[in-house]
């Protein structure tokens, strides 16, 4: 059983950055690979990072956050982060954070377990 806690959202303005951070209780926490997925209002939710377990060593992402977006994970914390910089009004949405066994994937049904959310929101 793993518990995930998000944090670091809030109001920016667009070029702007934030750091999310996603904790994790339980153990074996390397053994998880994350991800990242938002949902925007009345919209589906949508991959955007995910990074492999372990060393970390794949990373993964969204094509409209490529180059904008980085993720890593401390494994001595217990913690995965999405560095986001260069926001844009688009990128606005309760960000997620999820974690499965085995490799990371770009689907939502393919996570196990998923924390509260924190809402980023972006102003133009």
């Known amino acids: 059983q793993v518990q995930l806690v998000e944090s670091g959202g809030g109001l920016v303005q667009a070029g702007g950055s934030l750091r999310l951070s996603c904790a994790a209780s339980g153990r074996a926490f390397i053994t998880y690979a994350m991800g990242w997925f938002r949902q925007a209002p009345g919209k589906e939710r949508e991959f955007v990072s995910a990074?492999?377990?372990?060393?970390?060593?794949?990373?993964y992402y969204a094509d409209s956050v490529k180059g904008r977006f980085t993720i890593s994970r401390d494994n001595a914390k217990n913690t995965v982060y999405l560095q986001m910089n260069n926001l844009k009004p688009e990128d606005t949405a309760v960000y997620y954070c999820a974690a499965r066994l085995g490799p990371p994937v770009v689907v939502t049904t393919g996570y196990d377990y998923w924390g509260q959310g924190t809402q980023v929101t972006v102003s133009s």
């Open positions: 990074i492999s377990r372990w060393s970390g060593g794949n990373t």
